[in-house]
């Protein structure tokens, strides 16, 4: 079994174009749809994922639930809810780390092997780059040491500036930036 630096890859990219087996949306509560990543998913997805989505009930902030992923390549969508970035003081660094934790068991439950990840919060939720790559990488490479039924681990950042801080995270762990091939 490859080591855990050999199964994240840092990819800069579109996470709606994704052929893995899941892909991670970084959702708001009612999961019923939103901006960013969100709303990508759920345009890319159509309306079979906010179909599925109505009827799960929501889902609360560092937790995971699993639907179909409609029209998008990937089989599913693993929703998980980041925290709002406070000050850094109000347990944010601790449930950011619980929705990549989460969103890992899921996948781990439903027998999935290949995952990709955005940065979760840190867009419109204001989570500070730099440490939300960090505990990303660290949260997803802990569980990877673990857990040996997860193949692959991409983190698939849309902007070079959000690359550059998962590269950097990641390097620490021996893992980093990669061709763009199919990860399956």
């Known amino acids: 079994m490859k080591g855990v630096g050999e199964r994240i890859e840092v990819v800069q990219g579109d996470l709606t174009h994704e052929a893995v087996d899941a892909i991670v949306n970084a959702a708001n509560r009612s999961l019923l749809g939103g901006g960013g990543v969100d709303g990508a998913i759920h345009r890319g997805g159509g309306r079979a994922i906010l179909d599925a989505c109505r009827k799960l009930n929501g889902c609360e902030t560092g937790d995971a ?12 969508v693993i ?14 660094p601790e449930l950011l780390a619980r929705c990549y934790r989460r ?3 899921v996948a781990v439950t439903h027998g999935l092997k290949t995952i990709a990840f ?19 990488v660290d949260a997803v490479a802990t569980f990877l040491g673990r ?4 193949h692959r681990v991409r983190f698939v950042l849309f902007d070079s500036v959000a690359f550059e801080a998962f590269r950097q995270a990641a390097g620490e762990w021996g893992a980093g930036p990669q061709d763009g091939s199919d990860p399956r």
């Open 103 to 105: 969103s890992l068991e």
């Open 118 to 136: 955005p940065a979760i919060s840190c867009g419109v939720y204001g989570y500070p780059l730099t440490e939300g790559a960090r505990i990303a």
């Open 147 to 150: 857990e040996e039924s997860i």
């Open 79 to 92: 929703h998980t809810v980041g925290p709002v970035y406070q000050d850094g003081q109000h347990g944010e």
């Open 65 to 76: 639930k699993i639907t179909t992923a409609g029209a998008l390549p990937s089989r599913y």
